[in-house]
Protein backbone atom coordinates (compact mmCIF):
# COMPACT_ATOMS: atom_id res chain seq x y z
CA UNK A 1 0.00 0.00 0.00
CA UNK A 2 2.77 2.67 0.31
CA UNK A 3 4.61 1.62 -2.34
CA UNK A 4 1.26 2.28 -4.54
CA UNK A 5 0.51 5.75 -2.62
CA UNK A 6 4.72 6.28 -2.88
CA UNK A 7 5.87 5.86 -6.29
CA UNK A 8 3.19 8.55 -7.81
CA UNK A 9 4.50 10.90 -5.42
CA UNK A 10 7.87 10.45 -6.07
CA UNK A 11 7.26 10.53 -10.27
CA UNK A 12 5.79 13.98 -9.73
CA UNK A 13 9.13 15.36 -8.11
CA UNK A 14 11.12 17.79 -11.32
CA UNK A 15 13.86 16.07 -10.36
CA UNK A 16 15.93 18.47 -12.91
CA UNK A 17 15.22 21.08 -9.95
CA UNK A 18 16.76 19.21 -7.47
CA UNK A 19 20.36 20.01 -6.77
CA UNK A 20 23.11 17.08 -7.38
CA UNK A 21 23.11 15.10 -4.20
CA UNK A 22 19.32 15.38 -3.65
CA UNK A 23 18.80 14.32 -7.51
CA UNK A 24 21.43 11.22 -6.87
CA UNK A 25 19.70 10.45 -3.43
CA UNK A 26 16.19 10.82 -5.38
CA UNK A 27 17.28 8.71 -8.30
CA UNK A 28 18.50 5.85 -5.67
CA UNK A 29 15.30 5.81 -4.19
CA UNK A 30 12.98 5.57 -7.00
CA UNK A 31 14.86 2.83 -9.27
CA UNK A 32 14.31 0.32 -6.59
CA UNK A 33 10.72 1.19 -6.57
CA UNK A 34 10.02 0.75 -9.95
CA UNK A 35 11.70 -2.11 -9.46
CA UNK A 36 9.37 -3.96 -7.32
CA UNK A 37 6.65 -2.54 -8.96
CA UNK A 38 7.58 -4.37 -11.92
CA UNK A 39 8.18 -1.46 -14.01
CA UNK A 40 11.51 -2.67 -15.30
CA UNK A 41 12.13 -0.18 -18.18
CA UNK A 42 11.28 2.83 -15.85
CA UNK A 43 13.67 1.72 -13.77
CA UNK A 44 16.63 0.65 -16.24
CA UNK A 45 16.23 4.46 -17.69
CA UNK A 46 16.27 5.86 -14.10
CA UNK A 47 19.57 3.76 -13.34
CA UNK A 48 21.00 5.09 -16.53
CA UNK A 49 20.50 8.38 -15.13
CA UNK A 50 21.86 7.69 -11.72
CA UNK A 51 25.08 6.21 -13.57
CA UNK A 52 26.03 9.43 -15.37
CA UNK A 53 25.01 11.98 -12.01
CA UNK A 54 27.09 9.50 -9.67
CA UNK A 55 28.92 6.49 -10.71
CA UNK A 56 30.09 5.94 -6.99
CA UNK A 57 26.18 5.79 -6.09
CA UNK A 58 25.75 3.94 -8.88
CA UNK A 59 28.01 1.17 -8.07
CA UNK A 60 25.84 -0.08 -5.22
CA UNK A 61 22.43 -0.16 -7.52
CA UNK A 62 25.02 -2.68 -10.31
CA UNK A 63 23.09 -5.94 -9.58
CA UNK A 64 19.40 -3.70 -10.12
CA UNK A 65 21.33 -2.80 -13.21
CA UNK A 66 22.30 -5.70 -14.87
CA UNK A 67 19.29 -7.40 -13.55
CA UNK A 68 17.26 -4.96 -15.27
CA UNK A 69 18.69 -5.34 -18.60
CA UNK A 70 18.92 -8.81 -18.46
CA UNK A 71 14.98 -8.80 -18.07
CA UNK A 72 14.33 -6.59 -20.92
CA UNK A 73 16.79 -8.73 -23.22
CA UNK A 74 19.63 -5.82 -23.79
CA UNK A 75 22.81 -6.97 -24.74
CA UNK A 76 25.34 -6.83 -22.17
CA UNK A 77 28.30 -4.81 -23.33
CA UNK A 78 31.64 -4.27 -22.31
CA UNK A 79 30.87 -0.35 -21.01
CA UNK A 80 28.84 -1.82 -18.63
CA UNK A 81 31.91 -2.89 -16.53
CA UNK A 82 33.78 0.50 -17.02
CA UNK A 83 33.08 1.85 -13.00
CA UNK A 84 35.62 3.10 -11.04
CA UNK A 85 35.83 0.85 -8.10
CA UNK A 86 39.05 1.65 -6.57
CA UNK A 87 37.43 4.17 -3.99
CA UNK A 88 33.95 2.43 -3.61
CA UNK A 89 32.85 0.10 -1.04
CA UNK A 90 34.24 -3.34 -0.75
CA UNK A 91 30.71 -4.84 -0.64
CA UNK A 92 29.24 -3.36 -3.57
CA UNK A 93 33.04 -4.09 -5.62
CA UNK A 94 32.33 -7.42 -4.94
CA UNK A 95 28.96 -7.58 -6.72
CA UNK A 96 30.21 -5.73 -9.03
CA UNK A 97 33.03 -8.68 -9.66
CA UNK A 98 30.72 -10.89 -9.41
CA UNK A 99 29.13 -9.86 -12.71
CA UNK A 100 32.11 -9.40 -14.42
CA UNK A 101 33.29 -12.96 -13.75
CA UNK A 102 29.50 -14.04 -14.81
CA UNK A 103 30.12 -12.51 -18.04
CA UNK A 104 33.82 -13.57 -19.03
CA UNK A 105 32.47 -17.00 -18.64
CA UNK A 106 33.64 -18.02 -15.30
CA UNK A 107 32.18 -21.35 -14.40
CA UNK A 108 28.79 -21.65 -12.35
CA UNK A 109 30.61 -23.67 -9.59
CA UNK A 110 32.78 -20.96 -8.76
CA UNK A 111 30.25 -18.28 -9.51
CA UNK A 112 27.82 -20.10 -6.41
CA UNK A 113 31.17 -20.25 -4.54
CA UNK A 114 31.51 -16.66 -4.73
CA UNK A 115 28.62 -15.20 -4.02
CA UNK A 116 28.41 -17.46 -0.95
CA UNK A 117 32.13 -17.27 0.53
CA UNK A 118 33.15 -13.04 -0.68
CA UNK A 119 30.36 -11.31 -2.17
CA UNK A 120 26.78 -12.65 0.86
CA UNK A 121 30.15 -12.59 3.63
CA UNK A 122 30.25 -8.91 3.08
CA UNK A 123 27.03 -7.66 2.28
CA UNK A 124 26.46 -9.15 5.76
CA UNK A 125 28.46 -6.82 7.55
CA UNK A 126 26.79 -3.56 6.34
CA UNK A 127 23.12 -2.48 4.79
CA UNK A 128 22.16 -3.26 1.59
CA UNK A 129 19.13 -2.49 -0.16
CA UNK A 130 16.42 -5.24 0.32
CA UNK A 131 16.21 -5.28 -3.67
CA UNK A 132 20.38 -5.72 -4.19
CA UNK A 133 19.74 -8.85 -1.79
CA UNK A 134 16.94 -10.50 -3.77
CA UNK A 135 18.44 -9.77 -7.37
CA UNK A 136 21.43 -11.25 -5.99
CA UNK A 137 19.98 -14.21 -4.05
CA UNK A 138 18.22 -15.12 -6.98
CA UNK A 139 21.50 -14.94 -8.68
CA UNK A 140 22.63 -17.80 -6.30
CA UNK A 141 19.15 -19.86 -6.16
CA UNK A 142 19.76 -19.96 -10.44
CA UNK A 143 23.26 -21.34 -10.24
CA UNK A 144 22.06 -24.02 -8.01
CA UNK A 145 19.74 -25.24 -10.30
CA UNK A 146 22.19 -24.81 -12.78
CA UNK A 147 24.79 -26.92 -10.95
CA UNK A 148 22.43 -29.24 -9.30
CA UNK A 149 24.22 -28.26 -6.13
CA UNK A 150 22.24 -26.74 -3.07
CA UNK A 151 24.71 -26.52 -0.21
CA UNK A 152 25.58 -23.03 -0.42
CA UNK A 153 21.86 -22.04 -0.79
CA UNK A 154 21.18 -23.84 1.83
CA UNK A 155 24.08 -22.16 4.28
CA UNK A 156 22.73 -18.91 2.76
CA UNK A 157 19.39 -19.44 3.86
CA UNK A 158 20.47 -20.66 7.05
CA UNK A 159 22.06 -17.12 7.76
CA UNK A 160 20.17 -14.90 5.81
CA UNK A 161 16.15 -16.36 5.94
CA UNK A 162 15.36 -13.66 9.06
CA UNK A 163 15.97 -10.95 6.11
CA UNK A 164 13.98 -12.37 3.48
CA UNK A 165 11.17 -13.09 6.33
CA UNK A 166 9.98 -9.42 5.92
CA UNK A 167 9.20 -7.49 2.55
CA UNK A 168 12.02 -5.12 2.05
Known amino acids: YAKSRLLPRLQAVDEDSLALDDRI ?19 YKVLLTLRDLGPHQF ?36 AYHYYQM ?42 CQQTESYKYFYLCYRKYAHFFATDG
Open 25 to 43: AYLGCLAPLLWSSQKTQAA
Open 59 to 94: LGFFPLYMHCKENLGLPIEKNDFSLDTQSGDSSYYL
Open 102 to 143: KYAGQSPQFLLKYLYQDVFASLEKGTLAFCIWRILWDEMARL
